[in-house]
């Protein structure tokens, strides 16, 4: 859809994911090896743009039940080349953010972290990430693309 994107899917029967969370030792450090960085409340997201920033808001569970781990085998995962700012709406939102790095031509690395309600997680372009671990109302920032045909114009809307 957007550059590359697709249904994660897998022959093992379970697959374990770390999860990084607001108390994990080395959270940071663990952030910035997979590419991403974590807001907390009060700190500023320096996100840089050309022309429009987009803001989001979507219930995770109600659109594309096509990605959902209870409908299908496997969950979304996408990669393209504009950032995202991703951002529980609520404090009944849980924000799972999954991240991904290519280590060799099939084999990957995969993290999630979870935001909580008052932080952010903003995501570079070119990064493996999906929300399919999420609950709940999410924001997300992103940047339009000016590429002709690309889906996400800004000239079209």
Do not use: W
């Not at 393209?80 to 991703?86: R, T």
């Amino acid at each position: 859809m957007f550059g590359a994107s697709g249904l994660f899917a897998s022959a093992e029967t379970s697959l374990d994911i770390p999860l990084v969370t607001p108390i994990s030792p080395n959270r940071d450090n663990i952030a910035a090896a997979f590419g991403v960085k974590i807001f907390d409340d009060g700190q500023t997201v320096p996100l840089k743009f050309d022309g429009n920033l987009n803001a989001v808001e979507y219930e995770f569970g109600k659109a594309y039940p096509q990605y959902r781990l209870d409908v299908t085998n496997g969950f979304f995962i996408e990669t393209h080349d504009f950032p995202h700012v991703f951002m529980p709406a609520s404090e009944q939102s849980e924000i799972v953010i999954t991240v991904g790095t290519q280590l060799e031509e099939d084999q990957f690395a995969l993290t999630n972290f979870l935001v909580p309600h008052g932080s952010g997680i903003l995501v570079p372009g070119n990064t493996i990430h999906a929300d399919a671990f999420s609950s709940g109302s999410i924001i997300a920032l992103l940047t339009a693309l000016h590429r002709s045909g690309c889906c996400f114009d800004a000239s079209a809307g």
